[in-house]
Each structure stands twice: as C-alpha cells, then as structure tokens.
T-cell receptor, first 112, second 110 residues
Framework: QKEVEQDPGPLSVPEGAIVSLNCTYS??????FMWYRQYSRKGPELLMY????GNKEDGRFTAQVDKSSKYISLFIRDSQPSDSATYLC????????????FGSGTRLSIRP | NAGVTQTPKFRVLKTGQSMTLLCAQD?????MYWYRQDPGMGLRLIHY???????AKGEVPDGYNVSRLKKQNFLLGLESAAPSQTSVYFC?????????FGPGTRLLVL
C-alpha cells in the first residue's frame, strides 16, 4: 500500500464549478501537508501548505486537513480554464524536511 | 532571478551510455533534490543534498550518482543508462517547506 493515495482522474468540470481534490495517507506522523499544481510539461509549483490539522484559505483555494481520518482536501471555487492542470498532494513528518512523499496527482480539466 | 534551471531539456541515450544532468539555483538555498516522475508513480526522490559538499540517498537511488561541489549546483549522473531510467527528471531546491522545481529534463533511454 502506498503511503499517499490520490485518485488520478481525469476530472472534468464546467467553468465556475467548485472542485474538490483529495488524498488519503497512512502515516500518522505526517505533519506538513502541501498541494502542488503542475501544468503540462512544466515543473510542479507550490499552491498551499498547512501544518497539522485545520483549514487554510488563499483566494479561490482552500486546503483542509483531517488528521483523525488521514484525509486532506483542496477546494477550488469559481474554477477557471487556467486551473486545468495536474494537482499533486504532498506531505512530510515534522522532523524530516528532506523526505516529502508525493501523491501520484489528479489531472483536472475545466471546460469553458 | 532565474530560479531553478535544468540542462538539458531533452535527451535520448542508448543503453549503456552515460550522461550528467545539471541543476542550478540562484536563490541561495541549502537543500537541493533530484526526483523522477513516472506515470502513475508521482514524484520519487532519487538523491538530495542538505548543503554544499553533502549528498544523501532518497527512495530510488540505484543507478544514479550525485555531486554538490558548489552550493548553487546539483549534478545527477547516470553511469550506464538503462531503459528503466526513461523518465522526466526534476530538480528542486528549498529553504523551508517550499520546494521550487525546475522545468524538468525528459530522458529517453533506448
């Protein structure tokens, strides 16, 4: 079993919809949780990160962490065609800055 | 600032050939990483460095070597390429939780 599981999609939604992207994990020691966006043939770029449980909001993006369920989510409001990309979740333990475990990514397509 | 750059962008190798991938960063970051990305596998850490002159193995280090002679550069070497090393290679650097990735090198081993 992988430490981090992520539905690969593809996920296709109409413009303006709310998008929900999710990951589950098995390691209860994970404390830092990150979401990266990767456009086709580009490197990943960090969208958001959260420490421990709770919500974090940045513009149209909201990251949620539920450590009791070992489940993290990224919500995108008012989705735009420019949000079409692959979204990777990532996480690490508090004391292991170098060991970041990535999900395999969910491909998202926003239809105009 | 150029951020993180990678050279070359694309390369085709024959089995058994060797090559070096170069990563450079201009953000004065201590940490640097090499990942490979394969379909359905996500990003997997090959080697990393926590500072000039240091290197350490990641999740999938076999068949690769690295060197960090200068703080801004991190080299990834393939001594004898194999078809299983066909992949997209990403370099990243960081100073905290934020990793900055390069644009990637697409490597095809025939």
């Amino acid at each position: 079993q992988k430490e981090v599981e992520q539905d690969p999609g593809p996920l296709s939604v109409p413009e303006g919809a709310i998008v929900s992207l999710n990951c589950t994990y098995s390691n209860s020691a994970f404390q830092y949780f990150m979401w990266y966006r990767q456009y086709s043939r580009k490197g990943p770029e960090l969208l958001m990160y959260t420490y421990s449980s709770g919500n974090k909001e940045d513009g149209r993006f909201t990251a949620q962490v539920d450590k009791s369920s070992k489940y993290i989510s990224l919500f995108i409001r008012d989705s735009q065609p420019s949000d079409s990309a692959t979204y990777l979740c990532a996480m690490r333990e508090y004391s292991s800055a170098s060991k970041i475990i990535f999900g395999s990514g969910t491909r998202l397509s926003i239809r105009p | 600032n150029a951020g993180v750059t990678q050279t070359p962008k694309f390369r085709v190798l024959k089995t058994g050939q060797s090559m070096t991938l170069l990563c450079a960063q201009d953000m004065n970051h201590e940490y640097m990483y090499w990942y490979r990305q394969d379909p359905g596998m996500g990003l997997r850490l090959i080697h990393y460095s926590v500072g000039e002159g240091t290197t350490a193995k990641g999740e999938v280090p076999d068949g690769y070597n690295v060197s960090r002679l200068k703080k801004q550069n991190f080299l990834l070497g393939l001594e004898s390429a194999a078809p299983s090393q066909t992949s997209v290679y990403f370099c990243a650097s960081s100073f905290s939780e934020t990793q900055y990735f390069g644009p990637g090198t697409r490597l095809l081993v025939l």
